[in-house]
């Protein structure tokens, strides 16, 4: 990689500092002075910004309680993010794997890593996330079927994939996909006639939302989590 973008990447400096930093003679490659911008470096090379030497972050991978009226981005002028909910100096670099609505609560994970976060997201993935759907109307057989063959969304040319569902109660079902259609969860409900009344992710792939983690609250992701999502 570029020494701007190693430089820039491993301290809070912009590109443009720290080309800046690079041509006034602070960089130094192996104890050597450099003042080109764009020489080659890998991660582990010895660099040192005015005799600090200097690593690249570790990724980082966390999960998240999403609380109900908070919305999935990194920043919003109007609405608070989930963003909102972490202490400052971790937020930077990360990214939301999978959103979720503002009225929709549950598990959402964060990451540095974008090859990570393309695995769970990519509908060329099979990565199923589950979610706890309270309904307005009772849950039949011939609704669930269904769901469990694919349905076909208002203005959508094709169905949803099939998907998975246990039945809970005569009000409240746990609806597993692969998908991430826009709204997709709310719209297949209503597709077999029912309405969705309360939306709850507490799963995805093999990671399950942790109990002990209240609304709002975060916690780093164990080392079986994350490779259980590779």
Known sequence: MRLDYFIANATALSRR????AISSGLV???????RKAGTQVMPETGITLEGQSLSLPVERYLMLHKPEGVISATKDSRQP???????????RGLHIAGRLDADTTG?????????????????????PKTYR??????????????????VLLHDEPRPTRPASVCQLSERVIDLSIS????????RMLA?????VNGLHRWRIGSVVLDPALAPGQ????TCEEISGLA
């Not at 500092?17 to 800046?20: F, L, R, V």
């Not at 130094?28 to 450099?34: F, H, L, M, P, W």
């Open 133 to 150: 759907v309270t309904l307005m109307e009772p849950m039949d057989a011939d609704a669930i079927a269904q769901l469990e063959q694919g």
């Open 191 to 195: 597709a077999v006639g029912n309405h």
């Open 218 to 221: 975060y916690r780093e992701l």
């Open 179 to 186: 998908e991430g259609r826009y709204h997709q969860v709310k």
């Open 28 to 34: 130094k490659i192996e104890g050597r002075t450099c």
């Open 17 to 20: 500092d720290a080309k800046k």
């Open 81 to 91: 993010t989930v963003m909102d909910l972490l202490p400052a100096e971790i937020r």
């Open 107 to 127: 598990l959402l994970l964060l990451t540095t890593d974008g090859q990570w976060s393309h695995r769970i997201t990519s509908p060329r993935v099979n990565c």
